[in-house]
């Protein structure tokens, strides 16, 4: 991950960082995600009833979709210099736009929204990520996550 002077955090507020790679989400990806949280609703894992609704296929699992930032922002979110950890300090807001069809290729767009000192050594970054799905308008949704760094 890019490190950059906690003086310098905030002037990347208000600016994309970039995007990921491609990923494709394929039936086994979904079929774990279902095993894991006992998730088996038929629209996620039963390709012939899925065929019979009106997406014509099945579907990543939401949370499968919003599972995906951590990786996905590796190498794009910037990190203060001197980071000893990062942990996961939540959502402010998600939003599912439209469902990730299986076969689809998803890739993330990260910009820096907030950057501040929560405690001593402890800084809050806040970032809207946008999980885009190739060929289509509508992204899969639009999330708020939070990052706590330890410096």
């Not at 012939?48 to 609704?53: P, Q």
């Not at 001593?120 to 639009?142: C, H, R």
């Amino acid at each position: 991950m890019p490190s950059v002077p906690v003086a310098e955090l905030q002037s990347y507020i208000g600016k994309e960082l970039g995007r990921s790679n491609w990923l494709t989400i394929d039936q086994e990806r979904i079929n774990q995600f279902a095993e894991c949280t006992g998730d088996h609703q038929f629209i996620h894992v039963d390709p012939v009833k899925a065929k019979l609704t009106p997406f014509g296929t099945t579907i990543a699992h939401g949370f499968l979709s919003l599972s995906l930032v951590p990786k996905l922002m590796e190498g794009i979110m910037l990190m203060p210099q001197g980071l000893k950890m990062a942990i996961n300090y939540g959502l402010d807001s998600v939003r599912f736009i439209q469902p990730v069809k299986v076969g689809s290729k998803v890739r993330l767009a990260v910009s820096l929204t907030d950057a501040h000192e929560k405690n001593p050594g402890q800084w809050l970054l806040k970032a809207k990520v946008v999980l885009e799905i190739e060929g289509s308008e509508k992204p899969a949704y639009i999330a708020e996550p939070l990052t706590l760094c330890f410096v």
